[in-house]
């Protein structure tokens, strides 16, 4: 069973010293793009980069590695939920605030999806179950995982539900504001997507141990590493065309089609982490001609991730 949250990617061109992963920008030797959270239009620069716009994103249905949706097999899932990177904070559809929890006394500020789909692309007040559960509870939705209705309390949304059962666990959101986020656990980092309809404080992970809980993996989100949902299903081992952020394998990483030799008909294939200090060098990387390159630009690395890189095609 594949219970997927799939964070939506477009990717560009090739990798300028570049591992890429969630948000690109330029700098010569940065990972997740730029781990400051720019953008490229250099078609030079083989990053993955998230959409600014959810309504840039393929058809959720559209299964990774198949912009047309011509390849039913490729390895997608028709109950993904899919995640994109912010671009204003707040849609048109945004009825409430999910920093602020501005709704009504008995109601809360939940994501959902207001057009039938996959993707979180509103807010909306929700009611608050009788006893309801607290962060690390299990919990149930209402119809969908993006449904807007669950039995977390206020502060929390029901997360990694399973499709069958429409069981997942509550997760605390973000507090503060969008500009200053914070989580309370220090082992979690904020993920802010689909234009802030999402704000979840989830796990810090390493990507060099894949150090997540089964089902999951360690993905690059924004600035972080963090454990999202593992959406890879049959497909994911390296050079497998993809679309999303986890719609690789444990220990790899979607990064742009010019970074991974033979990727062509998809806008990225999947690629592996890489340990920079390791004796090995490039012969970690399977791909012909493919070097291990550091994931952040020099000095930026947070602590504890200076040795990141990602087997890519150097520019």
Same mark, same amino acid.
């Given at each position: 069973?594949?219970?997927?949250?799939?964070?939506?990617?477009?990717?560009?061109?090739?990798?300028?010293?570049?591992?890429?992963?969630?948000?690109?920008?330029?700098?010569?030797?940065?990972?997740?793009?730029?781990?400051?959270?720019?953008?490229?239009?250099?078609?030079?620069?083989?990053?993955?980069?998230?959409?600014?716009?959810?309504?840039?994103?393929?058809?959720?249905?559209?299964?990774?590695?198949?912009?047309?949706?011509?390849?039913?097999?490729?390895?997608?899932?028709?109950?993904?939920?899919?995640?994109?990177?912010?671009?204003?904070?707040?849609?048109?559809?945004?009825? +409430? =605030?999910?920093?602020? #929890? @501005? %709704?009504? !006394? &008995?109601?809360? *500020?939940?994501?959902?999806?207001? $057009?039938?789909?996959?993707?979180?692309?509103?807010?909306?007040?929700?009611?608050?179950?009788?006893?309801?559960?607290?962060?690390?509870?299990?919990?149930?939705?209402?119809?969908?995982?993006?449904?807007?209705?669950?039995?977390?309390?206020?502060?929390?949304?029901?997360?990694?539900?399973?499709?069958?059962?429409?069981?997942?666990?509550?997760?605390?959101?973000?507090?503060?504001?969008?500009?200053?986020?914070?989580?309370?656990?220090?082992?979690?980092?904020?993920?802010?997507?689909?234009?802030?309809?999402?704000?979840?404080?989830?796990?810090? +992970? =390493?990507?060099?141990? #894949? @150090? %997540?809980? !089964? &089902?999951?993996? *360690?993905?690059?989100?924004?600035? $972080?590493?963090?454990?999202?949902?593992?959406?890879?299903?049959?497909?994911?081992?390296?050079?497998?065309?993809?679309?999303?952020?986890?719609?690789?394998?444990?220990?790899?990483?979607?990064?742009?089609?010019?970074?991974?030799?033979?990727?062509?008909?998809?806008?990225?294939?999947?690629?592996?982490?890489?340990?920079?200090?390791?004796?090995?060098?490039?012969?970690?990387?399977?791909?012909?001609?493919?070097?291990?390159?550091?994931?952040?630009?020099?000095?930026?690395?947070?602590?504890?991730?200076?040795?990141?890189?990602?087997?890519?095609?150097?520019?």
């Amino acid at each position: 069973m594949n219970r997927a949250i799939l964070w939506s990617v477009v990717v560009s061109a090739g990798l300028a010293l570049t591992a890429c992963g969630t948000v690109a920008d330029e700098p010569a030797v940065t990972g997740a793009g730029d781990p400051q959270g720019g953008e490229t239009d250099d078609p030079d620069d083989p990053v993955v980069t998230t959409t600014d716009d959810p309504a840039d994103t393929e058809d959720p249905a559209t299964p990774p590695g198949d912009t047309d949706g011509a390849d039913a097999d490729s390895g997608g899932s028709d109950d993904a939920s899919f995640l994109v990177k912010p671009d204003g904070m707040g849609g048109i559809s945004f009825e +409430c =605030d999910m920093f602020a #929890q @501005d %709704c009504p !006394d &008995g109601e809360k *500020c939940m994501p959902w999806a207001n $057009d039938g789909g996959t993707a979180w692309n509103a807010t909306r007040c929700s009611p608050i179950a009788d006893n309801p559960g607290q962060a690390g509870d299990s919990c149930s939705v209402e119809g969908s995982g993006v449904s807007g209705l669950d039995d977390c309390d206020i502060g929390s949304m029901c997360w990694d539900v399973d499709p069958e059962t429409n069981m997942g666990v509550c997760v605390a959101l973000c507090t503060g504001d969008s500009m200053s986020p914070v989580c309370e656990d220090p082992d979690t980092a904020c993920a802010i997507v689909n234009d802030g309809a999402i704000v979840l404080c989830l796990p810090s +992970c =390493d990507p060099l141990i #894949q @150090d %997540c809980t !089964d &089902g999951q993996a *360690c993905y690059a989100v924004l600035d $972080d590493f963090l454990c999202v949902p593992d959406a890879s299903g049959e497909m994911g081992v390296y050079g497998d065309p993809c679309e999303f952020i986890n719609a690789c394998d444990p220990g790899l990483m979607c990064l742009g089609a010019a970074a991974v030799p033979d990727c062509t008909g998809s806008q990225g294939c999947c690629s592996e982490v890489c340990d920079t200090a390791d004796p090995a060098g490039d012969a970690q990387c399977m791909g012909v001609d493919q070097a291990c390159e550091p994931w952040y630009e020099e000095g930026a690395a947070p602590p504890g991730y200076e040795d990141v890189g990602a087997c890519a095609l150097p520019a």
